[in-house]
């Protein structure tokens, strides 16, 4: 029997949560510490899977015709509820691995960036570790039941981390994202029926609907397509669903905010590649212009509300709606292996990338206990060291060449541009310059001028814990930036694959 690292990737938060749980409430650190060890195990084991699927597999696709041989890694499908045809079925392929490797990543970092959380402490570090499990659920699930069990599942604990240790409007941050997200579960639950009894026999398999799917009538397949697309669309978020996003930036605390940069808003963009775009490819095509433009609307948007931006973290929220809409354009170009590579890298660099935004603007609101842009000035003088990781990460977003951020937005454009409306993505390359004038303008008023020393002559340096946190994203942005054929290599068969099921 195949050893279950797919299922310990979820199994071990959870079993951590509960020894959380019976932690005494009075013992901090011991909680602390015990959910940070935790976090190691899914890291450990999704940066295994990394390196084996990467030495031994990734070239699996390239002789698999169908999505379900594309999987390196599978467990099930075994029936569940046989009554219904519910199986417990995961697998993992070029796809969903870089996506489980920057969530084990993310979640350590989050819960490293935590320590400084008093008030409640039991209650927050086990609902991070039910996230936890939730997000790695997601990435692995491969029966509709199992996927939007843990799609829900997601839900509950972040409603509760910004509810109960956000900012001053925390209540009506954490209410707005759980109805806008129930909101497209509902259509997503809706679609999932429709797959469901119009199966023969009924099924979820997410593998054998993608292969039968295509044989559904044109009225259906829009349909579900659309469903399926408001559903992720509030995820990513795309606009016009993206007014949840700001606020739950906000008021989260800071380590929440990198986790819903970092990967809840991967998951809108996985479960397109992943679900709709394999399985409804007719409709795709139909509505593919209207996904590009969606996509330019979110990144010119994106990039003119962050420049209006007085507060340093609905700055960097909004201009995670500009990047998430490069995403959305080369989804849009489905039928180019660059754009969706792009999109892959997109995903993973802007999870390094404004994961570690959120972190820096946490040190400093830690510090200053304010985010707002005009009241700082030179700090550069008295930072040092916090200055140069911020400025790295403001160069990084804006897509510095040298650095993640540029491969993702490059590879995006060279094959949105061989596919797309030329003019449509020309004018979406403007969102490069507006992204280059609000972060520049950010790191002028922020860390260059006169240092007020009356005022700010107490901030002290960043410490080693929360440089710690930082170090490995700063490492992978430079490396994936540098040298990003490694990465490349890991979905580009898996990609190519699926091309060629979007293809038929």
Known sequence: MQFPILSLLFFVPLAGMLAVMLIPRERKWAIRWTATVVS??????????????????????????????????????????????????????????PLLILTGLLTTVSLLASFG????????FAFFLLL?????????????????????????????????????????????????????????????????????????????????????THTLQMVCFIFFFIAFAIKVPVWPFHTWLPDAHVEAPTAVSVILAGVLLKMGTYAMLRISWPMFPEALRSLSFWIAILGLIGIIYGALVSMAQKDLKKLVAYSSVSHMGYCMLALAAFSSVQAIAGCMFQMVSHGLITGALFLLVGVLYDRAHTREIA????????????????????????????????IAEFMIFIGAFTVLNKVLV???????????????????????????????????????????AVAPLM????????????LSMLMSATIENLINLMAR
């Open 40 to 97: 190691l195990v899914p890291l450990a084991l999704s940066a295994w899977l990394t390196w084996d699927y990467f030495f031994n597999y990734r070239d699996l696709a390239t002789v698999a015709g169908t999505m379900a041989e594309c999987m390196a890694y599978v467990e099930g499908p075994y029936n569940w509820i046989p009554s219904l045809n519910i199986q417990y079925y995961l697998g993992a392929d070029g796809i969903s691995i």
């Open 117 to 124: 959380i008093e008030d409640r402490v039991k209650e927050y």
């Open 132 to 216: 936890a499990a939730g997000m790695m659920g997601v990435f692995v699930a491969l029966d509709f039941f199992l996927f939007y069990v843990f799609w829900e599942v997601m839900l509950v604990p972040m409603y509760f981390l910004i509810g109960v240790w956000g900012g001053p409007r925390k209540e009506y941050a954490a209410i707005k994202f759980f109805l806008y997200t129930l909101f497209g579960s509902i259509f997503m639950l809706v679609s999932i029926l429709i797959l469901y009894f119009t199966s023969q026999p009924h099924t979820l398999n997410m593998m054998t609907l993608i292969e039968t799917t295509p044989g559904l």
């Open 375 to 406: 009241a700082f000035g030179g700090l550069g003088a008295k930072l040092p060291v916090y200055t140069g990781i911020m400025v790295f990460f403001s160069m990084a977003a804006l897509g510095l060449p040298g650095m993640s951020g540029f």
């Open 426 to 468: 020309g004018i979406c390359v403007l969102g490069v310059v507006l992204g280059a004038t609000y972060m520049l303008r950010m790191v002028q008023n922020v860390f260059l001028g006169k240092f007020d020393a009356s005022k700010w002559g107490g901030l002290t340096e960043i410490n080693l814990r929360e440089t710690i």
């Open 475 to 486: 490492v992978l942005t430079v490396l994936i930036g540098v040298y990003p054929k490694p």
